[in-house]
């Protein structure tokens, strides 16, 4: 008997022996040439299978065939049924006039087939080329499965060293307290590792720590309230620099690492910071003028003077996550057009224009650069799920990094050694509900909606019957929708990118969102059962957080099409957007009489509204609420205020003005989510309280 492999990759299996190809089970319909196609790819993932050989083992010498059109035609074919394009490839990446590549992990198991009995419908010239292919493939599939049951038992994770030349390498756990860590950094001798530790059971603060490799307790270096983010050491191992994103005394500091008082240098905005190997700079991302996207900077730490780096496009969001080479002359970063749609980029630091790394158009969490500067592992949702790769600094094939799993995150690698840290598990929302009475007491907090993938911008339908949702859960943010009881859930998206912010129509017939099937964030609109979405916005700029005038007739959204952040809206049939606020607004929605347009300040804090056929534009709660934090009633707008020790759901009265307390929360929101509504009986309230389970692993023996 021969044996015949299943692969994996992402949700799809491919079955040999049958010609079939599976999407989470469910067999997707697909034709003989696109999968012998799909099985070359398979059996070298990560390398360039040319055209050439595609045609060799498809259309032996003797055929006749218009190769060029039937190769095209196949593969386009084979994009329709793994649910993806050649503009924004998930796993087939198209090298012009070349060839194809497969970039997502495989997994290979095996089963039997008989020795003379071909898979139904191949042909036998092809399957005798992809043999040798397949041997290799079973061979890495029972190393693999090896590897990982290995792993299990011991509770350690081993990497194959194939030629037994060098040590294996070894994850082990760094971390593992509740709540979360993360933000790891090496010290420049890779023997301390820096982190942030949260643990919302006890408070809501933030802290940094440090922990020796091998040690035991870690130290705590500061105690302010608030929360700290994004660790690094200077070169001498004195001192931890790191970022406090909130309350007044927000910016960058730096504390001795063996404990003392903290000093701040600078303003910073919580989006990566990174000190310079000659001691004498730490880049940082700052914004100026403030609404002008996030732009690199390098702060000369003798001085404290700055010097800009980078200028991305006022289309674009900005750059983040800036880390030098240990070489010092280049920095890396990530370069964000839209949110989830993210790519590498390296430039000198010196200067000049960038030069882009990946063409993914997808969320990148962490990357670090190699202790040679030759090239930069980092972790990306470019397969689905949040795995590490590495990408050579001068060009060429992206390779997986066969350790973390899909759920890997923030990651380093010391300036001197061989190992790697890197974040584990996540920090997400799910979807609680609390009931009110008529005099706004509260009870029952519980859980309506949750994964452990997170989900998040509920929504009531008009009539209080159903939720409308996000929900990470398939792999990829998609729309969902579910009775207002958390029952029946049902999938309405499968755009496989960041979708999120749908809004119902007053009839409840359609819902609106925003999702980025290219390089930016757009509108659609999708029918309340589901179907073929259809887009509202386009154009070359940011479109997001939609919502439905009372009418239907048209869809309010924000925008940065005219520079800066404003409310726009569109016809809800199609047509050109009208510009709706002057002075900055984000989260738009009409009251129920159809006569104002509340929305939140995005250049001044707080909630404020302005007459829906143009007027003045006026503050109406005076409180730094979030912009997906706050829910539009008949009475009043009920907002959290995330600036005490504990986050706490008000009430604004439109009869008297006055501010109420509802009720205070035991878990922080997220700050950037659509967080909270309530049902249009005003006796049930959605929020969204973040779950962490964040730890820290080790790699050891990394090359």
């Not at 099985?39 to 070298?44: E, G, V």
């Not at 004195?238 to 960058?252: I, K, M």
């Not at 409180?623 to 959290?640: E, N």
Request: net charge neutral; aromatic share 10%.
């Amino acid at each position: 008997m021969n044996q015949s492999p299943i692969l994996r990759f992402g949700i799809f299996e491919v079955d040999a022996r049958a010609g079939e190809l599976r999407k989470n089970g469910t067999k997707v319909k697909l034709q003989q040439q696109p999968l012998q196609i799909l099985l070359a790819l398979l059996a070298r993932p990560g390398e360039v299978v040319t055209r050439e050989e595609l045609r060799q083992q498809l259309w032996p010498a003797d055929t006749f065939v218009d190769f060029e059109h039937s190769l095209n035609a196949a593969i386009k074919r084979l994009r329709d049924s793994l649910g993806e394009s050649a503009e924004a490839p998930v796993y087939i990446e198209t090298l012009p006039r070349r060839g194809y590549r497969f970039l997502a992990p495989v997994q290979g198991t095996c089963g039997e087939i008989a020795n003379d009995q071909p898979p139904p419908g191949s042909l036998k010239t092809t399957r005798s080329r992809l043999i040798p292919y397949f041997v290799v493939a079973l061979l890495l599939a029972v190393l693999s499965i090896a590897w990982i049951y290995r792993a299990r038992a011991s509770g350690h994770l081993f990497a194959l060293s194939v030629l037994g030349s060098s040590p294996p390498m070894r994850v082990l756990p760094f971390t593992a307290d509740p709540g979360g860590q993360s933000d790891p950094s090496f010290s420049p001798d890779g023997r301390q590792v820096a982190f942030v530790k949260w643990d919302a059971e006890v408070n809501f603060n933030a802290d940094v720590y440090v922990k020796l490799i091998g040690g035991n307790q870690p130290l705590r270096l500061t105690q302010d309230p608030g929360w700290a983010c994004c660790t690094t050491w200077s070169p001498d191992a004195l001192y931890v620099a790191y970022e406090r994103c909130d309350g007044p005394q927000a910016g960058l500091y730096v504390v001795p690492a063996l404990g003392g008082p903290e000093r701040r240098l600078q303003e910073a905005m919580c989006l990566g910071i990174s000190w310079s190997p000659d001691d004498t700079q730490i880049a940082l991302i700052r914004k100026d003028p403030l609404d002008s996207p996030y732009s690199i900077f390098l702060l000369d730490v003798p001085k404290l003077t700055l010097h800009r780096v980078t200028s991305p496009s006022v289309t674009e969001i900005g750059d983040r996550t800036p880390a030098f080479s240990p070489d010092g002359t280049r920095l890396a970063f990530v370069r964000v057009i839209s949110p989830w749609v993210t790519d590498l980029y390296v430039i000198p630091v010196t200067g000049g224009e960038p030069g882009r790394l990946t063409f993914d158009n997808t969320e990148i969490s962490g990357f670090a650069w190699t202790a040679d500067s030759h090239s930069i592992v980092f972790s990306s949702h470019r397969a689905g799920g949040m795995s590490l790769w590495k990408v050579p600094i001068a060009g060429g094939a992206l390779e997986a990094v066969p350790i973390g799993g899909s759920d890997t995150w923030k990651l380093d690698i010391p300036r001197h050694g061989n190992r790697l840290a890197f974040t584990v598990g996540g920090i997400h929302p799910n979807i609680w509900q609390m009931q009110l009475d008529n005099t706004h007491n509260w009870s029952n907090p519980k859980p309506l909606i949750a994964s452990t993938k997170g989900e998040g911008g509920p929504q009531f339908s008009p009539d209080g019957s159903k939720i409308v949702f996000y929900s990470s859960r398939s792999g990829y943010a998609e729309i969902w929708t579910s009775n207002a009881d958390g029952s029946g859930l049902m999938q309405l998206t499968s755009m496989r990118v960041l979708s999120g912010t749908p809004r119902w129509s007053p009839d409840g017939k359609a819902i609106a969102f925003d999702t980025r099937p290219q390089n930016h964030s757009h509108i659609f609109v999708i029918a309340a059962q589901g179907g073929e979405p259809h887009q509202v916005t386009t154009g070359e700029s940011e479109n997001s957080v939609p919502s439905w005038s009372r009418d239907g007739k048209w869809i309010y959204f924000t925008s940065n099409r005219g520079g800066g952040w404003q409310l726009w809206k569109a016809p809800s049939a199609g047509g050109d957007p009208i510009q709706v606020t002057k002075q900055g607004g984000y989260a738009g929605f009409e009251s129920q009489d159809g006569r104002e347009l509340y929305y939140a300040g995005h250049k001044e804090p707080g909630i404020w509204r302005q007459p829906v056929g143009g007027g003045q534009e006026t503050r109406v709660v005076n409180v730094p609420v979030s912009w997906g934090h706050w829910a539009l009633a008949s009475r009043g707008i009920y907002f959290v205020d995330q600036t005490g020790p504990k986050p706490v759901i008000e009430f604004y009265n439109f009869s008297d003005r006055k501010i109420t307390h509802i009720a205070t929360l035991e878990k922080p929101m997220p700050p950037e989510e659509p967080g909270l509504d309530i049902s249009p009986d005003e006796r049930t309230i959605l929020f969204l309280p973040v779950v962490s389970n964040k730890n820290i692993n080790l790699v050891e023996n990394f090359r």
